[in-house]
């Protein structure tokens, strides 16, 4: 069983491997968008968008509702911002301490 944890956890954190991918869960924070919408505020092709979301649709980040012939994508589980959050927050600390690292070294 914890093995198989291990698995799925590591397949979950696949998501936030890519760039697009991170910045769709940022753009989805605050509400629901369809493909379309998706498409041209990430600036990205909808074939290419499409992969990304079935991608984090199947690993259960994303879930998606049709209306007549629009898909709409949203976040799954609102607790999954606080991971996001989180990692941008030690990465922003990581930042600072490589910048006053080089700061240091210069003065």
């Given at each position: 069983m914890e093995d198989q944890l291990y698995i799925y956890h590591a397949e979950m954190c696949k998501v936030f491997s890519h760039p697009k991918r991170l910045e769709l869960i940022n753009v989805l924070r605050e509400k629901e968008m369809s493909v379309g919408e998706l498409s041209q505020v990430l600036g990205i092709a909808i074939g290419n968008l499409s992969q990304h979301l079935a991608m984090m649709r199947e690993r259960h980040?994303?879930?998606?509702?049709?209306?007549?012939?629009?898909?709409?994508?949203?976040?799954?589980?609102?607790?999954?911002?606080?991971?996001?959050?989180?990692?941008?927050?030690?990465?922003?600390?990581?930042?600072?301490?490589?910048?006053?690292?080089?700061?240091?070294r210069i003065n």
């Open positions: 980040i994303l879930v998606s509702r049709k209306e007549g012939n629009v898909v709409y994508y949203r976040i799954a589980n609102p607790r999954l911002l606080e991971a996001f959050d989180l990692l941008r927050e030690i990465m922003f600390e990581q930042i600072r301490q490589d910048a006053a690292l080089i700061q240091d």
